[in-house]
Nanobody
Framework: QVQLVESGGGLVQAGGSLRLSCAASRRAFSSYVMAWFRQAPGKEREFVARVLPSGGSTDYVDSVKGRFTISRDNAKNTAYLQMNSLKPEDTAVYYC???????????????WGQGTQVTVSS
């Protein structure tokens, strides 16, 4: 079992930055693909970014490319999402997820955090 706890969400003006963190409870953290998803009110959960266990490869949804950066520190059992140049349409609850398959499909991830709210004002 892996427990994930997100932090770092909040209210920011458009153009601002936030850094989300996802702390994992298990030492086998370095074996898992880590990903970030988001869900806005009335919308389905959307893939945002993913990173291989080694941290050597990353992937992003087109709408955040060049603005968001996913990373991980396996020594700290923590994944991060650096979000720059935030836009109002980035407003959502952001979830981190852990799984064994490098993919962008939510149902393929085994463990989820509780979510952290990100609100971007115009």
């Amino acid at each position: 079992q892996v427990q994930l706890v997100e932090s770092g969400g909040g209210l920011v003006q458009a153009g601002g930055s936030l850094r989300l963190s996802c702390a994992a409870s298990r030492r086998a953290f370095s074996s898992y693909v880590m990903a970030w998803f988001r869900q806005a009110p009335g919308k389905e959960r959307e893939f945002v970014a993913r990173v291989l266990p080694s941290g050597g490869s990353t992937d992003y949804v087109d709408s955040v490319k060049g603005r968001f950066t996913i990373s991980r520190d396996n020594a700290k059992n923590t994944a991060y999402l650096q979000m720059n140049s935030l836009k109002p349409e980035d407003t959502a609850v952001y979830y981190c997820a852990a799984g064994l398959i490098y993919n962008a499909v939510a149902r393929n991830y085994d463990y989820w955090g509780q979510g952290t709210q990100v609100t971007v004002s115009s």
